[in-house]
């Protein structure tokens, strides 16, 4: 059996791991690379293998720098099966779509660009239809279903507690002349106490492992300390007239975010300002939320059993935005509010509309709630850079921002380390991926601290037979 490390290798984006094994291909995620417009959009629209010789994809969730080039898997002549669970399968309905969008609309901005210097247009790395068609491919399962996927390749989906469908991945894999092989794949690991998700499965035992390292370095603020920080930041800003706007990722930030207010509104923690949800592709995900009860943990299943708020993804002074106007008549609104929207790294969607009328004005707040890829409007706002582009025109920041990292999705050094202890000394090889060169270099370091071997942090196109 061979690896291959084609994404997320020394990255935090662009997921894609090849397995071969008995004569096929199962590839494991098929993520977007996000970065510089230019490379993101030459590595995206090239795949590194040959879309037509993948047997099997098995998706562990739906963030796009996992899931986000599936569309351009399928143009380009993927014609497996697409495994993943059933509320992932419902995410990307919604997320792969919104994600069709964000590139068709690129390019059409890159194609204005080009015709001015009459240079042919290009086309977009993959279209709507695209997305819709690459639905197709997808077969739902359970959590702790073991099904197989390809010859000799037996495949359970665990709860990862990451975000709303998340699973970590399970190969048992048989060879013929050889042991069995079994394969544990984290996917993103999530953290204990998170709202809304349970905790990650604890890891099976396994040969190999393969770990993502986005925080293997770091250790979060607590969760209860965020929403401290949330109902303060919010307080202050509106007690003083002014807005605050909250960048945020449409999938999980979001109904986190929601959920959180819902809670310390019920408790009178809350000034009484309205909230706004402006975004179309959240409110189509809260909707795949509220149809995923099987993912909730105990506190959101109570919650929905107190009659009146038996929607934890809605209340009274709580507005979603789905139109264009409702949204643009955020600009004239007078006084304080509240207003969450896509994309969290600030880089498209409607939130650069609502921080370009927003960040001139020293009353305003912004908050940054979830980690700002370089290159992006959001890590210039989180560097406090005095003047920020947005739409190519410049506006000096004056308003504050604050950021509050207690809302991370992911599991932080020790969460990584206590899901992996328990096996670490059984294993045969450990590939550690999906982090920046130094949490990842810190997090292997922290796997052979705890007796694995061959700990290894593979480079983008390393190969490994195992
Ligand atoms: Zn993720």
């Not at 920020?388 to 308003?399: C, D, Q, Y």
């Not at 130094?438 to 796997?447: E, H, Q, R, V």
Request: proline share 6%.
């Amino acid at each position: 059996m061979k690896i291959h490390f084609l994404g997320a290798a020394q990255t935090v984006t662009g997921s894609q791991h090849l397995i071969l094994v008995n004569g096929r291909r199962v590839l494991l995620e098929c993520g977007l690379f996000q970065g510089k417009r230019r490379e993101a959009f030459e590595r995206n629209r090239n795949l590194p293998f040959d879309a037509a010789s993948i047997d099997v994809l098995v998706l562990s969730h739906a963030h796009i720098d996992h899931s986000g080039n599936i569309p351009n898997l399928v143009r380009n002549g993927f014609r497996g099966t697409i495994y993943s669970t059933f509320a992932t399968r419902d995410l990307c309905s919604a997320m792969l779509r919104d994600s069709a969008h964000i590139q068709e609309q690129d390019v059409a901005y890159v194609n204005k660009k080009r015709a001015r210097k009459e240079q042919p247009p290009v086309e977009p790395i993959y279209t709507t239809d695209d997305a819709i068609a690459s639905l197709e491919h997808f077969v739902s399962v359970g959590y702790n279903r073991p099904v197989p996927i390809a010859p000799g390749v037996r495949c359970t989906f665990l709860d990862a507690g990451h975000i709303l469908g998340s699973a970590l991945v399970f190969l048992e894999i048989e060879e013929s002349d050889h042991e069995q092989t079994r394969v544990l794949f984290s996917g993103d690991l999530g953290r204990d106490d998170m709202p809304i998700l349970r905790d990650p499965t604890p890891a099976p035992e396994a040969d190999i492992l393969i770990i993502e390292s986005t925080y293997g370095d770091r250790l979060h603020k607590m969760h209860e300390e965020a929403e401290k920080k949330l109902r303060r930041l919010i307080g202050e800003t509106c007690s003083d007239g002014g807005k605050v706007v909250i960048p945020s990722f449409a999938v999980g930030r979001t109904q986190e975010l929601v959920y959180s207010l819902h809670r310390l509104a019920n408790t009178g923690l809350l000034p009484d300002v309205p909230i706004f949800v402006d975004s179309p592709l959240a409110v189509n995900v809260t909707e795949v939320f509220r149809l995923h009860p099987e993912c909730y943990d105990e506190d959101v299943r109570d919650f929905m059993n107190h009659s009146h708020h038996s929607d934890p993804f809605g209340f009274e002074r709580l507005r979603y935005i789905r139109s264009v106007e409702a949204s643009k008549a955020l600009n004239d609104l007078q006084g304080p509010a509240v207003i969450i929207s896509a994309s969290g790294m600030c880089e498209a969607g409607r939130v650069q509309h609502h921080l370009k009328h927003a960040i001139t004005d020293p009353r305003n707040a912004v908050l940054i709630v979830s980690w700002q890829a370089p290159y992006t409007l959001g890590r210039r706002l989180v560097e406090q850079q005095p003047v920020v582009k947005i739409f190519g025109e410049e506006f000096p920041l004056r308003a504050r921002v604050e950021t509050i990292n207690g809302y991370s999705a992911h599991a932080d050094r020790n969460g990584l380390l206590g899901w992996a202890g328990p096996i670490a000394r059984g294993l045969r090889h450990a590939f550690v991926v999906h982090g920046d060169p130094a949490p990842a270099a810190a997090l292997a370091d922290g796997l052979r601290q705890l007796g694995a071997p061959n700990v290894a942090v593979p480079e983008q196109g390393d190969v490994f037979q195992v």
